[in-house]
């Protein structure tokens, strides 16, 4: 009865199996479009920069572009890696926060936030970073070092 069972449920679960792997090529794929579309806009920024007056807004406003670009780069190796080997890279997600919490800190107008607003990004900054470093690679096999 059981053999019976797991025949006539296997077709289901090959297809509720496939259902993420379907979703995550769909990722990529839209990851690659937001990823060449945020390249161009950075591309437009660092030429828009040369006819600016303020030089200090247009950098940072290029610095915010890259690292945008760097965040959706990193979530598409993530997406890659995935449909490689069916796992989550969960430094590879912790780095993409990290760059996140340091373009949102790049951007931050510190002299008219208060105190609250500062010390949220500084302590998520110190969580990315501590879970970064926990989570490091070891340098001579490659394998992931938990601490």
């Known amino acids: 009865m059981s053999d019976s069972l797991a025949e006539q449920t296997a077709p289901v679960i090959r ?21 060449l579309i945020s390249l161009g806009i950075t591309l ?22 890259i ?6 780069i990193e979530l598409f190796e993530t997406v890659i890696v ?11 997600i912790l780095i993409a926060g990290l760059t996140a919490m340091i373009r949102h800190v790049i951007i931050f107008n ?3 936030a208060q105190p609250i607003e500062i010390i949220g990004p500084a ?5 990315l970073i501590a879970g970064v470093y926990l989570l490091r690679e070891d ?8 601490n």
């Open 44 to 65: 437009l920024e660092i030429i828009s920069l040369f006819t600016l007056q303020n030089w200090d807004d247009g950098i940072i406003q290029v610095i915010y572009s």
């Open 67 to 72: 690292l945008l670009t760097v965040i959706i």
């Open 123 to 127: 302590v998520m900054l110190a969580v």
């Open 15 to 35: 297809v509720m199996t496939a259902v993420p792997v379907l979703i995550y090529i769909v990722l990529a794929l839209f990851l690659t479009i937001v990823a």
């Open 139 to 146: 340098i001579d096999t490659g394998n992931i070092r938990i």
């Open 110 to 112: 510190i002299s008219v």
């Open 82 to 92: 995935y449909l490689k080997t069916k796992r989550v890279p969960v430094r590879a």
